[in-house]
């Protein structure tokens, strides 16, 4: 078993309407292609890597069934962290789970020119500037119940 598996059925709740089991598999969906475009590292990956310990700083981090996972993308080629992550965890505090800030790379975004924020992580430094700013803006429009 992968470690973004979800159940998927509702055997275990007859009340889970067919709208939230429907949302339970697109969200299983998109874990596993997060999953496999990108990888799930453990934190001796991402050190083995030469990555930072994630005890050192800011890390898009996931719960998963095997324990907290790192999203591979937020790494360069050499396993430092990409700098944008720092800022786009921060416009999201608060706002999004880990997995909807992991996940929120993936989708395109019209501030983006319809790319996604992934695809620009080692682009130029306006390409990075723009990713963030598109993060605040996203992040401004969430609206927080309390409690939440």
Known sequence: MEPWDLPLNNESDPNISPAALDQV????????????????????????????SPEEGALITVPTRFGVRYPGYQFDAHGRLHPVITD????????????????????????????????????SPEDLAAVIEEARYEAAEIIVLPGD
């Open 25 to 52: 598999h697109r969200n299983h969906a998109a874990r596993a292609r997060l999953a496999a475009e990108f990888g799930l590292l453990t934190a001796e990956e991402v050190v083995a890597a030469g990555g930072p």
């Open 88 to 123: 786009v965890l921060a416009a999201f505090e608060g706002r999004m789970s880990q997995w909807q800030v992991a996940l929120w790379f993936l989708g395109a975004y019209g501030g983006l020119g319809d790319m996604r924020p992934v695809d620009l992580l080692d682009g």
